[in-house]
């Protein structure tokens, strides 16, 4: 059994920043130093995608719509990713979720949504 909790969403004009937070516990988290771990968004009526990840040895990955904009820390200590989110576009709006990467477990966090409007 796990859990993930995603945090920090809300709505922020364009060219604003938010920072995301994630939470993750139960079984395989209790090796969460070992995991591999990103954010998807999924965007209405779109599907859900990567848009960064960040290793074990905390090498890190950007989609390239994200690159430049997005940074993905993790604390080990605390088991817990987060998203900064700097630059934000209207196109950024969508449902946040972290999970495993790039496979991602079955189970899911609620998300926490973000939308860039002015």
């Known amino acids: 059994q796990v859990q993930i909790v995603e945090s920090g969403g809300g709505l922020v004009q364009p060219g604003g920043s938010l920072r995301l937070s994630c939470a993750a516990s139960g079984s395989i988290f209790s090796i969460f130093r070992l995991i591999s771990m990103g954010w998807y968004r999924q965007a209405p009526g779109k599907q859900r995608e990567l848009v960064a990840t960040?290793?074990?040895?905390?090498?890190?990955n950007y989609a390239d719509s994200v690159k430049g904009r997005f940074t993905i820390p993790r604390d080990n200590a605390k088991n817990t990713i987060d998203l900064q989110m700097n630059s934000l576009k209207p196109e950024d709006t969508a449902v946040y979720y972290c999970n495993r990467a790039p496979k991602p477990l079955s189970s899911w966090g609620q998300g926490t949504q973000v939308t860039v409007s002015s």
């Open positions: 960040i290793t074990s040895g905390s090498s890190t």
